[in-house]
Nanobody, 117 residues
Framework: QVQLVESGGGLVQAGGSLRLSCAASGRTSGIYTMAWFRQAPGKEREFVARIRWSAGSTYYADFVKGRFTISKDNAKNTGYLQMNSLKPEDTAVYYC??????????WGQGTQVTVSS
């Protein structure tokens, strides 16, 4: 089992920045990927970004390319999502997910990000 705890959400003005963290514990040696998803009110959960835990290769949804950066610190078993140039439409609950393969096997509880115009 892998446990995930997100932090770093909050209220920010449009154009501002936030950095989300996802701390993993438990069987972290089995993590193959970590990803970020988000879910806005009344909408389905959508993919934001993914990073391969060992190789470090990254993948992004088109709507965040150039604004968001996913990264990791293997020593701390923590993943990050740096979000810059935030827009009101980025308002959502952000979730991290860890996969033992190219999958999303474990989920955190989510952290709220609110961007005011």
């Amino acid at each position: 089992q892998v446990q995930l705890v997100e932090s770093g959400g909050g209220l920010v003005q449009a154009g501002g920045s936030l950095r989300l963290s996802c701390a993993a514990s438990g069987r972290t040696s089995g993590i193959y990927t970590m990803a970020w998803f988000r879910q806005a009110p009344g909408k389905e959960r959508e993919f934001v970004a993914r990073i391969r835990w060992s190789a470090g290769s990254t993948y992004y949804a088109d709507f965040v390319k150039g604004r968001f950066t996913i990264s990791k610190d293997n020593a701390k078993n923590t993943g990050y999502l740096q979000m810059n140039s935030l827009k009101p439409e980025d308002t959502a609950v952000y979730y991290c997910a860890a996969g033992l393969a190219l999958s999303n096997d474990y989920w955190g509880q989510g952290t709220q990000v609110t961007v005011s115009s």
